[in-house]
């Protein structure tokens, strides 16, 4: 795996290199990015009772979007290096996913790679645009990656909001200010940072094409986004099949605009998710916004999010995968408040960027409904706390949304200098 990883970031660091050559013999750009987030966090409590401090390296990415013949063609590619610095995870109260818990699960080294054929009709289709893309990345469902907005700390809803590491097939059609998208996808979330997806089973059934989403995003006035999605995923954690679907719904308003004296941002979602065909049920609220004067940001969260609470492992903070069915011991509610303060050090426009910051988080936590899971029995109390101070590194980062691709890379609004 590690030659592979090897071998990989010389492909992009080589196309990256040469772009403008590339450019100018086939009239096809490519766009380097690279950002590192270097983090010192502190977690009370912790499964078990107490606290627990950590440094580590987050969000190591190395990436390529490419364009060309008329943006006809594009391609996205993205490495993502969490699972060399954190194989255990980044400490984060309420997180969970892909056998994680109060910790944010390192990604697949091979994050992205999809690549794209837009407007295929060209002006047979008068205005709109017919496009398909294909590949390995984000599924048209939810709204925006926490890795492009301005927060050091994954929301609690992430994997109630996004489908990200699938294999997945886009068809989108893109008019005026509506987009339309749709995915076939396979179900199967990854369980390993060195994991691709499940394509076929060992019983020569497809996992490819097993689960759907639907996306329509409108855009009414400059600046204002609205979405909504829905998707249901077939037996997510479990990699052969057989266990439980999802059926998942999205809502979603984003605002975001630019000034001489600095920019705003803001967004509010809902999400539900529902599994066994209704027997469990998860919903996220979250409302959170950004605004910057000159080289200050900040930004405020709140959110208000569901999740399972499951049979923990020997190492409280691990659940098993694939689970089994009666290992649900109920449901709990993470109502928490994010505030963070970033200095960029280097004038928005550049490349560059060196972002020192503090972010502090302070809520509760609760049960919902029946079950046996009890937060002060597991914590020690029903009170969150994090706080967590560290600096972004990064290059060309600024504006760029992870997993938009076809039609929509190029019709939605930079967010200069919103990245955390």
Same mark, same amino acid.
């Given at each position: 795996m590690t030659r592979c990883v090897v071998c990989a970031v010389a492909m992009v660091v080589g196309l990256c290199g040469d772009a403008a050559a590339v450019s100018a013999q086939s009239r096809f750009g490519v766009t380097p990015m690279a950002q590192a987030i270097f983090t010192v966090d502190h977690s009370d409590p912790i499964p078990g009772g107490g606290s627990l401090t950590e440094a580590n390296l987050v969000q190591p990415v190395l990436m390529a979007v490419g364009h060309g013949f008329g943006n006809k063609l594009g391609f996205t590619a993205a490495l993502d290096f969490e699972g060399l610095t954190i194989k255990n995870g980044e400490l984060a109260p309420g997180d969970w996913g892909e056998g994680f818990v109060d910790r944010r699960h390192p990604h697949t080294y091979f994050h992205e790679m999809i690549v794209s054929v837009n407007d295929v009709l060209g002006r047979l289709d008068g205005s709109g645009r017919l496009s398909f893309a294909l590949g390995k990345g984000f599924v048209p469902f939810g709204s925006d990656d926490p890795m492009s907005r301005p927060f050091l700390r994954f929301p609690v809803n992430h994997h109630l909001s996004q489908i990200l590491e699938r294999a997945v097939g886009i068809v989108q059609y893109d008019v005026g200010r509506v987009t339309l998208e749709g995915s076939i996808f396979d179900g199967d979330e990854p369980t390993g940072p060195s994991? $691709?997806? =499940? =394509? %076929? &089973?060992?019983?020569? &059934? $497809? %996992?490819f094409g097993d689960s759907w989403s639907g996306r329509a995003t409108v855009r009414p006035v400059t600046g204002l986004e609205l979405q909504g999605s829905l998707a249901h995923v077939r037996s997510p954690e479990s990699r052969p099949g057989g266990g439980p679907d999802a059926d998942k719904l999205s809502v979603s308003a984003r605002w975001n605009d630019s000034q001489p004296s600095g *920019? %705003? /941002? +803001?967004?509010? *979602? /809902? +999400? %539900? &998710?529902s599994e066994l065909r209704g027997v469990f049920v998860y919903h996220t609220f979250l409302a959170e916004g950004m605004l910057s004067r000159r080289q200050w940001q900040v930004s405020y969260r709140f959110e208000r999010t569901e999740r399972p609470e499951e049979v923990r492992l020997v190492d409280p903070f691990r659940t098993q995968r694939p689970s089994p069915d009666n290992s649900i011991l109920g449901i709990s509610r993470w109502s928490l408040h994010t505030l963070h303060v970033a200095y960029d050090a280097v004038p928005l426009r550049r490349k560059v960027e060196i972002q020192p910051f503090v972010e502090v988080t302070l809520g509760r936590v609760a049960e919902v409904g029946a079950g046996i899971f009890d937060p002060v029995s597991l914590y020690g109390t029903d009170q969150v706390r994090a706080l967590s101070v560290g600096m972004l590194v990064g290059w060309g980062m600024r504006g760029h949304r992870m997993g938009r691709y076809g039609t929509l890379a190029g019709t939605m609004d930079a967010m200069d200098g919103m990245r955390m």
């Open positions: 994991d $691709w997806p =499940l =394509l %076929r &089973t060992d019983q020569h &059934t $497809w %996992r *920019e %705003r /941002y +803001a967004m509010v *979602e /809902y +999400a %539900r &998710t």
